[in-house]
C-alpha cells in the first residue's frame, strides 16, 4: 500500500486558530490583571513578587502576538513583511523559554524561603531584579538559533510554522538538539522537581510547628502547582520539537511517520501556548496575597484610593494653576 493510501493530508492550521483565539481573551484580561494585582503588593512581600511579574510580562507579550497568529492561520497569507514576522517568530520562542525560567526561579525562591527562613529572609528585592534582567539576556540569546535557522527570503507571504528550514548537518543537528533539551527542558524540570521533593520530605519532620507546617504546605502547593504546568505545557514540545526538526529538514522521510509527527507537534505547540493563560490562574490559587487583593472589600478599597489619589493630584494641580495666574 503506498502512503497516499493509508495516510491522509490534513491541515493543521485552523487548530492553531482555534487554540490561540481560546487562549486570546483569557489570556490578555488574567495577565494584566496580574501584574495590577502584582504592583499593588510588591512592597508587602518577598515571596517571589518580582519573578511573578517577569513571569506574567513573559505571558503577556506571548497573547499580544496571538492576533496576527490568528489572522495568518485563517488566512493563509502574511501581509505585514518579513522582519515583523521574523520578530513574533523570534518572541515565541523567548517567551516560551523566560516562562520556563522564572517557573524556576519562583519554585527555587519558595522553597530557599521556606527552608532557610533565617539566611535568605534579608535578601533584597534588587537581587531578584539582577537575576531577571540575566534570565531575558540569557533567554535571548539562547534563542537566536531559532529565526537564524529559518529563511524567510525564499517563501514571501508565509509565516510561523510554513517558514522553511535551513539545511544543518545531523551531527550539528543534534548537538543543537541536545544542548537546547538539557538547557531548556531538563535541567529546569530537575530543580522544580528537587523542590518539590525537599519540600515534601520537610512536611514529613515531626518538630515542625503548626506554622511552619502552614506554611510549608503553601510553598508545596506552588511548586507542585509549576511542576504540573511545566509538564504540561512544555513536555510534550521538548518531545516534539526535535522530531518536527528532523522532519522539516528531510531527516525523516516516511510520510506517515511525518504526519503523525506534524499533528503531535501542533497539539505541542498548543500547549505551550496555553501556558500564557494558565499562569493566572496559578497566581489566584497558590497565592494568598493574590486572592485578598481579588477580594471585593479589597478591590474596591483599592479603587476608592486610586480615586482618591487622583482628586488630590488634580487639586494640586489646580492650586498650582492658580498660583501661576497671580
Not at 167 to 191: C, H, K, Q, R, Y
Request: glycine share 4%; charged share 20%; net charge positive.
Amino acid at each position: 500500500m503506498t502512503n497516499s493510501s493509508t495516510c491522509t493530508e490534513t491541515d493543521l492550521k485552523p487548530y492553531y486558530a482555534i487554540t490561540y483565539t481560546f487562549i486570546l481573551i483569557p489570556g490578555l484580561i488574567g495577565n494584566t490583571l496580574a501584574l495590577w494585582v502584582f504592583y499593588g503588593y510588591m512592597k508587602e512581600t518577598k515571596r517571589a513578587v518580582i519573578f511573578m511579574i517577569n513571569l506574567a510580562i513573559a505571558d503577556l507579550s506571548q497573547v499580544l502576538s496571538l492576533p496576527l497568529r490568528i489572522f495568518y492561520y485563517l488566512t493563509g497569507t502574511w501581509e505585514f513583511g518579513g522582519g515583523l514576522c521574523m520578530l513574533c517568530f523570534y518572541l515565541k520562542y523567548v517567551n516560551m523559554y523566560a516562562s520556563i525560567y522564572f517557573l524556576v526561579c519562583i519554585s527555587v525562591r519558595r522553597y530557599l524561603f521556606l527552608m532557610h527562613p533565617f539566611k535568605f529572609s534579608d535578601c533584597k528585592r534588587i537581587c531578584d531584579v539582577y537575576i531577571s534582567i540575566a534570565g531575558w539576556v540569557v533567554v535571548c540569546v539562547g534563542c537566536l538559533p531559532f529565526p537564524l535557522l529559518r529563511l524567510h527570503q525564499d517563501a514571501k507571504n508565509t509565516c510561523f510554522v510554513d517558514l522553511p528550514v535551513k539545511e544543518v548537518d545531523l551531527p550539528i543537528s543534534i548537538a543543537m538538539m541536545t544542548i537546547g533539551e538539557l538547557v531548556g527542558f531538563v535541567t529546569p524540570l530537575l530543580i522544580i522537581l528537587y523542590c518539590s521533593w525537599k519540600t515534601i520530605l520537610s512536611l514529613k519532620e515531626q518538630n515542625s510547628a503548626s506554622h511552619d507546617l502552614g506554611e510549608k504546605k503553601k510553598a508545596l502547593k506552588m511548586i507542585l502547582t509549576c511542576a504540573l504546568v511545566f509538564l504540561i505545557c512544555f513536555a510534550p514540545y521538548h518531545i516534539s520539537f526535535p522530531l518536527d526538526f528532523f522532519v522539516k529538514t528531510k531527516k525523516i522521510k516516511n510520510g506517515c511517520v511525518q504526519k503523525v509527527i506534524s499533528a503531535f507537534h501542533v497539539v505541542a505547540l498548543c500547549l505551550a501556548s496555553l501556558n500564557s493563560c494558565v499562569d493566572p490562574v496559578i497566581y489566584y490559587f497558590t497565592t494568598d496575597e493574590f486572592r485578598r487583593r481579588l477580594s471585593r472589600q479589597d478591590l474596591q478599597d483599592s479603587i476608592q484610593l486610586h480615586n482618591l489619589s487622583y482628586v488630590r493630584k488634580h487639586s494640586r494641580d489646580v492650586l498650582r494653576e492658580d498660583a501661576m495666574d497671580y
